[in-house]
């Protein structure tokens, strides 16, 4: 929203929040014409401290975040690039909050974040839990799962899995999750401050097709969830059909258990009768709702019976050849197996994980598992953008280091002059990995990947 631009907010809804806020609707509405904040997270995969953001400013509930006194142009930061931060809205990032809360985060988790795209709560949920943890980013909608899969493997985890499938689509995996996040399709009434759009698609009608819906969605995951497995329910909403009935169903239908939370009261949280809602005119952040449950009356896992070997269905493992090539390019290639895939394409599986992705490649479909490595051209490998940006790859690997304008240039797949050996290079920035190089000695080939491309003029830098 435009500053100093007032929000016409629609009529009933302007009614519901009369009714649900009293006095302090005047404040509401007040924050709702107010430049939203601007919030960004840290990727402690990649790097410490607050890579040199002025006005430290923390998030209160989320250590690894601070607000920025103004929006930068992020696109023009190679650090972003990199996947050193997220820029997430604050109000989300409660998300965090509720899993230290609600989950032993020491333990090795499987975790279902259903509704993942573009990526922000993912992350955040990779950044929290350990390396030997399942992450299975879900998105239903297929359009949208590029940018999710590009978002991750900027962030970089070696544990996270992307999938496209409808909630019914789980069927084989009941009982499987440890943790099921459930960021529903909702009215977005909490972002109408940041996209004065939302209100003219905003109607009384559409807040009870979105409660249907998430009811449906509901439904389909709770079997889902291992016994005493943790269920979080989230909406960026605030009306009673989306949140509290819907977490009433899930109790009394569904016979689910809410976990309450204990929170400081300086962060301004609201605790309703179910679950948490954040306003913007009590915090820095949008508006925002969620509670936790606990699946009481959950079932463990049981796999499908037979008599197989444990195997992928369609990757085989490499060549010891090519595994010998291959294990020069990571950190600890102890801790991985590599699989070829039919279009010869090499994924480098989690030991740790082996087994468990097997078996959500014989449950789903579409999804992508383990890192993406690259592939060999005759003798020679090939790596690929998704490898440079994990954090499994090899930190003694040749690489060069760019400065700012370079490493635009390089993030605009200009070609770029680099004075280092022929070969494989990693492009960095600050230390960060950006991409691959090849120097060939008469020329340096920039391996960024076209659609990863900066489109934007980067000016005078």
Known sequence: MLQNQTLQLPAAFKLAMQTQLGDAFGTFEKALNQPPPVSIRYNPLKVSGQMGFPDNDPVLWFNQAQYLAERPVFTLDPAFHAGAYYVQEASSMFIGEVLRQSVDLSKPLKVLDLCAAPGGKSTLLASLISA??????????????????????????ANACVANHDPEDFGDL???????????????????????????????ENVLMCAGRQKRILSAVAPLLT???????????????????????????????????????TWGVVQKKFGYQLYPHLLRGEGFFVAAFKATNGKAYLPPRSNRKQFFRSMRLVAPGQAN???????????????????????????????????????????????????????DFVPSQALAL??????NLPAVELDKSTALQFLKKENIVVDAPKGWLLARYGGLNLG??????????????????????????
Not at 143 to 153: A, D, F, I, P, S
Not at 229 to 253: F, K, P
Not at 348 to 372: H, I, R, S, W
Request: hydrophobic share 40%.
């Open 132 to 157: 030997d943890s399942l992450l299975v980013s879900n998105e239903v909608i297929r359009t949208r799962v590029g940018v999710l899969k590009e978002n991750l493997q900027r962030w970089g985890s």
């Open 174 to 204: 009941h009982g499987f999750f440890d943790v099921v996040l459930i960021d529903a399709p909702c009215s977005g009434e909490g972002l109408f401050r940041k996209d004065a759009n939302a209100t003219k698609e905003w109607s009384a």
């Open 227 to 265: 016994k005493n497995g943790t269920l979080i329910y989230s909406t960026c909403t605030y009306n009673d059909a989306e949140n509290a009935q819907n977490c009433a169903y899930l109790i009394n239908d569904l016979g689910f258990e809410e976990q309450k939370l204990t929170l400081a009261q």
């Open 325 to 379: 090539e291959l294990r020069k390019w990571l950190a600890k290639p102890a801790d991985f197996a590599f699989y070829s895939k039919p279009s010869l394409e090499i994924i480098a599986v989690p030991n740790a994980l082996n087994e468990t992705m097997q078996t959500l490649d014989f449950a789903l479909k579409n999804k992508g598992l383990g890192v993406e490595m690259g592939f060999f051209k005759g003798s």
């Open 390 to 395: 994990s954090t499994a790859v090899g930190r």
């Open 436 to 461: 691959w190089l090849k120097n060939l000695g008469n020329r340096t080939n920039n391996y960024l990947p076209k659609d990863w491309r900066i489109r934007m003029d980067i000016g005078e830098l």
